[in-house]
């Protein structure tokens, strides 16, 4: 590890000096990259000078502690400093973990109803308004992209942006199937159903990021529906790509213009092509390290709400919270950051092995 944390260092030393460069300045991308570089490092460096200080001051107070007259205020220094230590060792352990590059980004959400007709349609309802309560007290934007919405006003399915720093991080473990038992609105026995819903969260990626090449892209207009007024319904505003290769549709119909639709819409297809790409490259390394707290499969069932006990249950930690008014309110940090904290042990696990 320390072998590593020195490596480290030097290049932060680097970085300093690469930044202030007027050459390096002067070709801004350069420079912009670097900054990040030296940026998403800082953090590690610091806390390795501090344990670095802290050796220092067990060495120092070492040779005070030969001294009668300072014995005293020596051997306080000693035991602060050999209590820190071992706690920064940690800290520099997890610090030390590869951040996942996708972490700052913004996302795409898509939550379709599953298993359960008009019941699953409702319970997709539910959970975007679950979503979008947890963007509000996070101050992010959110956009709708495409809904298909139910007479009762649930969605079959339901594609929307959250913009805001850190939504990848904070909401990417919540891609899976999402369980619910309760009594629907629509029983009339008070018999309690169970239904189901998908739930995919997207990194939302660059053109760089992902290629994609224009002949395989068959493009449809056709006219929105739902709400919206006349314009929306009278002209053919609402765009359908299909990326031939891998069969993959996404629809977007919620501007007024074609042009915003397709830009939209071209953003939920790169974010698909990518997602297929890294879930490839999760399953080997999950494979390979057997941890992984299980982040993108949807066919996994990852969460119960059952209302009738007033418990949420997320079975890849086996972790219950017993406040589903305010979970479904988006008060849902408390799972979430217990979800990052299972992930963070299981690749420091795998990084150790």
Not at 222 to 244: C, D, M, P, W, Y
């Amino acid at each position: 590890m320390f072998d590593k944390l020195e490596a480290v260092e030097a290049r932060y030393e680097e970085l300093t000096k690469l930044i202030s460069d007027p050459q390096i300045i002067a070709n801004q991308s350069e420079w912009q990259k670097l900054i990040k570089e030296h940026s998403s490092i800082e953090e590690v460096v610091l806390k390795y000078k501090e344990y670095k200080k802290e050796q220092q001051r067990l060495e120092d107070a070492k040779e005070m502690m030969e001294d009668k007259e300072l014995k005293e205020l020596a051997e306080i220094d000693y035991e602060e400093a050999k209590e820190r230590i071992p706690q920064i060792e940690d800290e520099l352990k997890t610090l030390l973990i590869p951040k996942d590059p996708n972490d700052d980004k913004n996302i795409i959400c898509e939550i379709r109803g599953g298993a359960g007709g008009e019941e699953a349609a409702l319970f997709a309802g539910t959970l975007f308004r679950m979503y979008s309560m947890y963007a509000e007290r996070k101050h992010w934007k959110i956009e709708v992209l495409n809904e298909n919405e139910t007479e009762l006003g649930g969605y079959k399915e339901i594609s929307f942006m959250i913009t805001g720093k850190g939504a990848y991080s904070r909401l990417k473990f919540e891609s899976g199937v999402h369980r619910v038992q309760r009594v629907p609105d629509t029983e009339s026995s008070g018999r309690i159903h169970t239904s189901t819903a998908t739930v995919a969260v997207l990194p939302v990626v660059e053109d760089v990021e992902i290629e994609i090449n224009p002949a395989d892209i068959k493009m449809e207009v056709f006219r929105a529906s739902g709400a919206g007024g006349q314009h929306i319904n009278k002209t053919s505003s609402a765009v359908r790509l299909i990326h031939e290769p891998t069969g993959i549709v996404v629809e977007c119909q919620t501007e007024r213009s074609q042009l915003q639709n397709r830009e939209y819409a071209m953003k939920m297809l790169r974010s698909r092509l990518y997602n297929i790409e890294k879930e490839k490259q999760d399953s080997e390394i999950a494979n390979a390290r057997k941890t992984q707290v299980g982040s993108g499969d949807r066919s996994e069932k990852i969460r119960t709400y059952n209302y009738p006990q007033g418990r949420i249950t997320d079975h890849r930690i086996g972790m219950s919270i017993f406040q589903m008014e305010n979970f479904l309110n988006g008060d849902i940090d408390e799972m979430v950051d217990n979800l990052i904290a299972a992930d963070r042990a299981e690749r420091l696990k795998g990084e150790e092995e």
